[in-house]
């Protein structure tokens, strides 16, 4: 080893003057952050803590908050969800499972159920960023508590039908009915366990009630 | 100068109604072991609990909010939770001695709380070394940290007692220093006399620059000796698990704890005494009509108010300044309080000889 490239222990350089200067420097800044901390204590508005059961009517979580996974119906009642897998391929522990059929009247693939597992789901937001149409999103509801873990095996749709891009192209409501037939949260390929137990899949906490424009 | 306050002490009092019965006697003692303990426990809450609101406000939190309005009762539940558990005892432990030091250090705690003067009529003594003795009995706090280190068996105890045997021993000098600088103008060594005789203002302002000095310096000293932050290498979580009473559970922990929460208090009411005039009422010298307005409040109000703004000022300190290292709290130390203390007891010297204050007598 190169001796001469160690560095050599010296001792620090010998000041002579700076003593006052340095006090009343240590002192101003610590009057500073005692300034800064007195500020927050004096304001009780720059509090953020959530009083949570208590403040439940009025909290609103933020935009970045990921909870349940949901797949935005719009006005009409219809998602944007062309059943791709995307998302499913997306997905690190394969806790979504895109079920898809043949459209009996326009002959091509569309969404029938959209399986999540949230017991499994890390939220990790893969799906939501995978997706390329952005029809899914991770929301701020978090009180999803359950007492039996199967009735957090759901589905996500409110109907198996094509997208709604494809769906308001037809223009009569009669014949846009024909496209799409309802689907709830519990019932699936096999109907998931949620539908076995009792209250069906309305023990989850704020089941997305099937908001219909045209039945 | 008379200051025209009748100060009696508890052990005056006591005195006096001893020879009547042995009865009697028993029965004082009796209600000054309850009187003491029950003034230790509230004491101890009230700071813990306040403490915890204050940190949690300075640090954008809301504190405990549960356990009765705005968690006034979260303490009492602490309390009684520590009280019933598991008092542990590590097998490789000097058991003796581990089980006596919370013990020690409650006790010097306990003892510096007769000398303080509360009111004109609470003190329970009243001695004419009363600074001397305050700053002995404080200084016997660390035999049970260091005994608490050294039983423990546990490298991060051993290594916290031993910085707080370090770090109490060098800053009792600046402590000290500085509270001599209040018996110079005071003339005596007596807490009752040290607080008549701020009859006319208190020696902070009264002592100019020399009593403001006194009091930074005896305020960053006292907080060095009782281990608070920025001072508190001795039971720095982050190098030392929790350092002296990293083995200690249940209620010895508590007895640590409670100590040092009420070390606070001691400091603060020291301060208060030496520096802010004690329970004497605010005063200027001369200023009759003021000095009739500042006399409603009474005397032991007047304490209770003073300590407790210098208590809130200790927790100020210790949601706002980082922890020093071991180097630089030495340096902090030898290098800049002692010169100062030094310097600035020369110059109260000299003041006290010259006459050179507001309102000599």
Request: hydrophobic residues 50%; charged residues 15%; contains cysteine.
């Amino acid at each position: 080893m190169d001796v001469s490239r160690m560095n050599p222990i010296v001792a620090p350089p010998l000041r002579r003057s700076g003593f006052f200067a340095d006090i009343v420097a240590g002192l101003r800044s610590l009057l500073q952050g005692m300034g800064i901390t007195f500020r927050y204590f004096s304001h009780p508005s720059t509090v953020v803590t959530q009083q949570y059961p208590e403040n439940r009517a009025t909290l609103k979580m933020f935009d970045r908050y990921r909870m349940r996974l949901s797949l935005p119906h719009d006005e009409n009642g219809f998602h944007k969800c062309t059943a791709c897998r995307i998302c499913e391929q997306a997905c690190p522990n394969g806790s979504i499972n895109v079920v898809s059929r043949k459209g009996a009247v326009t002959g091509k693939t569309e969404l029938d159920r959209y399986i999540w597992r949230m017991d499994s789901c890390t939220f990790c937001n893969a799906c939501v960023m995978a997706c390329p149409f952005s029809c899914l999103k991770m929301n701020g509801d978090f009180e999803c508590s359950v007492f039996d873990k199967s009735l957090l095996v759901f589905n996500l749709t409110r109907y198996a039908g094509p997208t709604s891009t494809v769906l308001m192209k037809v223009e009569n409501p009669e014949e846009r009915r024909k496209l799409w037939e309802p689907r709830d949260v519990y019932s699936g390929p096999l109907p998931l366990r949620g539908t076995e137990l009792p209250g069906g899949g309305k023990t989850l906490g704020k089941p997305e009630e099937p908001a219909r424009s045209e039945t | 100068m008379g200051s025209g306050w009748e100060t009696t002490t508890l052990a005056e009092r006591a005195a006096e109604a001893m020879p009547g019965s042995l009865l009697a006697g028993a029965g004082y003692v009796l209600l000054a072991v309850v009187g003491a303990s029950l003034f230790v426990a509230v004491l101890g809450m009230a700071l813990i609990y306040a403490e915890r609101k204050v940190a949690a406000h300075f640090q954008c939190r809301l504190g405990p909010m549960r356990v009765g309005p705005h968690g006034i009762f979260q303490t009492v539940a602490d309390t009684i939770k520590l009280l019933f558990k598991e008092d542990i005892v590590p097998a490789q432990s000097d058991r003796v001695l581990h089980l006596a030091a919370p013990f020690f250090s409650m006790m010097a705690t306990l003892l510096a709380l007769v000398a303080l003067p509360m009111s004109p009529i609470v003190q329970v003594a009243d001695m004419n070394i009363g600074v001397l003795y305050i700053t002995a009995v404080t200084g016997f706090g660390v035999l049970g940290v260091l005994l608490a280190g050294w039983s423990s068996n546990n490298k991060w105890s051993l290594l916290g007692a031993m910085r707080a045997g370090a770090q109490i021993i060098s800053y009792e000098v600046s402590a000290t220093m500085s509270l001599l600088v209040v018996v110079l103008f005071s003339g005596s060594m007596q807490l009752s006399r040290i607080v008549e005789s701020q009859a006319d203002g208190w020696w902070i302002w009264r002592a100019p620059v020399v009593g403001v000095v006194a009091f930074v310096i005896f305020l960053i000293a006292s907080l060095a000796e009782i281990s608070r932050t920025p001072f508190d290498l001795p039971e720095g979580e982050s190098e030392l698990t929790a350092g002296f009473h990293t083995e200690y559970s249940g209620l010895r922990f508590a007895m640590f704890f409670l100590a040092e929460f009420v070390n606070m208090f001691v400091v603060s009411a020291m301060a208060t005494t030496l520096f802010l005039g004690g329970w004497m009422p605010f005063h200027i010298g001369g200023v009759e009509s003021f000095n009739a307005v500042m006399d409603l409040l009474p005397p032991g109000a007047w304490f209770a108010l003073k300590s407790a703004a210098v208590v809130f000022l200790i927790m100020w300190f210790r949601w706002t300044f980082p922890r020093l290292r071991v180097d630089q709290l030495m340096k902090l130390e030898w290098k800049v309080l002692l010169p100062i203390g030094f310097v600035n007891l020369f110059a109260a010297a000299t003041a006290v000889v010259f006459g050179w204050y507001f309102f000599p007598f």
